[in-house]
């Protein structure tokens, strides 16, 4: 099977498609809850020719499996969040190499050396549990930048605020990596005019604050770090992989990350680009768990590969494909 620098060279659509298809044979013969699924769907590596007929597994199924294409020893468990009582989702990982080449590949595809930034992480509800792929990340993301200023903050934003305005004036390339929430926060605190920072919200209020539609968070957020855009990184706990946005909402997939959107009312076909769907992610890093993923995300998909995030399903099963889910 690949290993984990050939996942990350792939850099074209026929690539893509050729691994792609390969992975799908490989999970369909070593993953035993996805063959049940693609069994139950009459869509056995026979009848699945491209992309568009390989099933995309229920995301919900990491809440109630064990969803592993290895019998290998499980290195490391990824959980999501929720609140108390709250059945969270587990992803079990079997080799730390898939997930450290693709962040860490992703990262410089998309931003270039991670050692020409500092790299100041605002994460609270993350760092107050255990579990998070996230936190697993940016940790080793702040030890790359081999930045003696690099750093987790906590709940002390008065010294993460003297920090920001500090590198900035000393023209440093910093990367403030937050929760929104926090970030929030923050510029309630205190207001900033930031030239050399990458302000990067990782989404979410946690409970802690109202909703807010996109487009009024990036405007609140501008205003108070004084930067033109806000940066997004597209992630979950059930994938190895990131999408990230230079601004205004619009993602882009690594070259061995993509999605598909579906139709919301059936989870079996498609939408046309530009046109709103379920998304569907192809994360060929998970290759010992699953790499075809229907997500809860409500999103459109253009025709130049990128995507955007638009809310999310109202009811907790995927409709049309929630076969097995318990």
Known sequence: MFKPEEIIQIQTKKDFHRVAMKVFRFQYEHNPVYQQFCNLLNKTPEQVKTLTDVPFLPIEFFKS???????????????????????????????????????????????????????????????????????????????????????FYLHNYEELAKMLIDLDKQGKNVLLIGVTYALLDMIEMQKFNLSNTIIMETGGM????????????????????GVSKIHSEYGMTELLSQGYSFGDGIFECPPWMDILTRDPEDALTYVEEGKTGGVNVIDLANLNSCSFIATQDLGKKYKDGSFEILGRFDHSDIRGCNLMVV
């Open 65 to 151: 499996k064990d969803v592993l294409s290895s019998i290998d020893p499980i290195k490391i468990t990824f959980t999501s969040s929720g609140t108390t009582g709250m059945i969270t989702s587990k992803h079990h990982v079997t080799d730390l190499d898939y997930y450290e080449y693709s962040f860490r590949a992703a990262f410089s595809h998309f931003y270039g050396n991670i050692e020409d930034y500092v790299v100041l992480a605002l994460l609270p509800a993350y760092l107050e549990r255990e579990g998070s792929s996230l936190i697993y990340m940016v940790e080793d993301l702040i030890e790359g930048s081999n930045q003696p200023e690099s750093g």
């Open 206 to 225: 946690k409970g802690r604050r109202k909703e807010m539609i996109r487009e009024e968070l990036h405007q609140v957020l501008c205003e108070g770090f």
